[in-house]
């Protein structure tokens, strides 16, 4: 008997047709669903604080978005390089709260970026970061919200520490405050000359004496870290994941997780190729 007659005409097909798509939907919506809570365990996996510390991220955020002014950049170059740039020129690259929360969305683009292999971060206008942004850190003076923001900021930079990335700060003028925090997050802190790295604001610093274009830095940025990442994308993301489990977990956990991510790579295809070709390391 048809299910679905109307006027003894039977509606079968279109009543199959229907259900086909609604059962497509639900799939899809049901992939999309698993797809998020993937990501926002891997987020929460990578970070350090969760609502568990007292941390209300959405709350933080809300307070941060209410300080524009500059953004984050991020290009992504095809020989797997990222260059990402602090870009507030006028307040020597300090981050307001909207780029805060635009470093946290650049670093979930390059948590996602399969082909990445290697990470520049560098400010605009031959200067890198001067730190928070003052008029904000006036503004979120209780305590509280310094609080969450320094968890906020902390969580941030603890991904961008553990992205299986080789990262290089590019220094050219003044690291102060923050800014001096976030190479710290980074595997490498390339320096042009008279720039400065200061964890105090005491002082007030010289004018970067190096005077060479962005561009011309940048690119030797870009050579100099082509050492560590010239190579397939497998690998290097593997090394840069042994490296980061070796600072980060206690030894034994550290063995184990080296000896699965060593099992990702052994007798993988730049493993047999270079068996082949059995290069000289001079
Ligand atoms: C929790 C916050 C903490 C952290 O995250 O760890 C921080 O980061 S606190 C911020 C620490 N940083 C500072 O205190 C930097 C203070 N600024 C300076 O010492 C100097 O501006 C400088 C960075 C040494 C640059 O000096 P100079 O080259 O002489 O330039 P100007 O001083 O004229 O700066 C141009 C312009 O930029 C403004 N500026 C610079 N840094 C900040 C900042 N962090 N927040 C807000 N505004 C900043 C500076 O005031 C100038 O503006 P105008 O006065 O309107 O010209």
Redesign the pocket.
Known sequence: MCPNEVNSKCYWDDWEKHRAVREMALALWKNLLQTAKKRILQQRRLSLYNGAHGYEEELIKKKLQQFSGGSINLSKEDNGIGILTLNNP???N?FTGTMMVELQERVTELENWKDGKGLIIHGASNTFC??????A?KELSNSQDGMNM?MF?QNTLTRLMRLPLISVALVQG?A????A?LTTACDFRLMTPGSEIRFV?KH??L?PGWGGAARAALGHAREWLSQYTDGPAAVIRAVKQVVTAGRELPLEDALRTEKDIFGTVWGGPANLQALVTRPKHK
């Open positions: 006028k307040l020597m300090a001067s730190g928070s942004d003052l008029n850190v320094c900021m003044k102060f405050g923050g800014g925090e604001h007030m610093g004018v």
